[in-house]
């Protein structure tokens, strides 16, 4: 009789704690609490190394809600830009890489455009666009740098 007893009361704990747990008042990171600014970094554009493109698909692409950071190099033929998107657009990212790589095929029509959803060449361009920011980097191993970033972006495809 005890054991039912315990049982019952377990049970309608358990039910209380699940209905207060999914209440529409609480306080957890959702999608419409979690609104972030895109996270980039301008490059400065001196005569070493002009970085105006770069800064400019940034610019373009900080406009969409999907976008959570981004991270751009040019050389002048080439443009690298990697992006981060929301956890919870993860699913769509063929989707969300076509369409914005399409946006800036049509935006650099004379650049040879890549774009990258992968941790792997946000990382490399955040590395290079440090060192770009530190003026440690010239142009001739820029270009260097981004042909050895897009063999990765292919290899890993």
Known sequence: MININVKKLILYFGLMLFLFGCSPNSN????????QDVEYTKIANNSFVNQQKANKAKKILSKHDEITAIKAVNSDETLVVAIEVHQNKRFQLAAIRKKYAKELKEEFPKLHTELSTDKKIIFELNRLERQIKAK???NKQIKK???????????QT
């Open 136 to 138: 440690e980097i010239s």
């Open 145 to 155: 740098e981004l042909k050895h970033i897009t063999k990765l972006m292919k290899e």
């Open 28 to 35: 957890s990171n959702s999608a419409k609490n979690d609104v």
